[in-house]
C-alpha cells in the first residue's frame, strides 16, 4: 500500500495465470470519506507502439506484438507527452536521470467518483 498526496491510498494486487495473462486490480482507500477525489490508473506507453483507444479496452500493438488492456470501469484517456516552456508535461520515459527523456503516451483510466476499485487485465499476443 502507499500513499498518494497524503490523501488516500492505493493497494495494487498483481495476479499472474500466464506471462501472456496479467490481472491488476488498484483499491484506494480515502481517510475522509466525505471527500470525493479524482482516482485513476495510468500506463506509460513508447511512443514506437501504436495505441487504439476502444470501449473498454485498449490495444497497444507494434510489429511484435499486440497487449490487449481491458478496463472493468472508468473512461479511458490517452496523453501525449509534450513540452511548454522547457518543461516536460503529460508522458515522459526518463531514460537517465536528469539527462535523457523520452516522450511516452500516457493511458490513464480515470475511475467514477463513486468507485473506489480499478480492475485491468493485460491479455498479450505474440505475433
Not at 486490480?25 to 479524482?38: M, T
Not at 506484438?65 to 496523453?79: R, T
Not at 539527462?99 to 476499485?117: F, G, M, R, V, Y
Request: contains cysteine.
Amino acid at each position: 500500500m502507499f500513499c498518494i498526496d497524503n490523501k488516500y491510498n492505493v493497494e495494487r494486487m498483481v495476479k499472474f495465470s500466464h506471462l501472456n495473462n496479467i490481472l491488476i486490480v488498484d483499491s484506494f482507500s480515502v481517510s475522509d470519506s466525505s471527500e470525493k477525489l479524482e482516482k485513476c490508473v495510468r500506463f506509460l506507453v513508447p511512443v514506437e507502439h501504436k495505441v487504439e483507444v476502444y470501449d473498454g479496452y485498449i490495444i497497444i500493438s507494434n510489429t511484435t506484438f499486440n497487449l490487449k488492456l481491458i478496463y472493468k470501469s472508468g473512461i479511458a484517456y490517452i496523453k501525449k507527452g509534450h513540452m511548454k516552456d522547457d518543461v516536460p508535461y503529460e508522458g515522459w520515459i526518463v531514460n537517465k536521470p536528469f539527462k535523457d527523456l523520452k516522450e511516452c503516451n500516457t493511458i490513464e483510466i480515470h475511475l467514477n467518483p463513486d468507485e473506489n476499485t480499478s480492475i485491468v487485465n493485460l491479455l498479450l499476443e505474440e505475433l
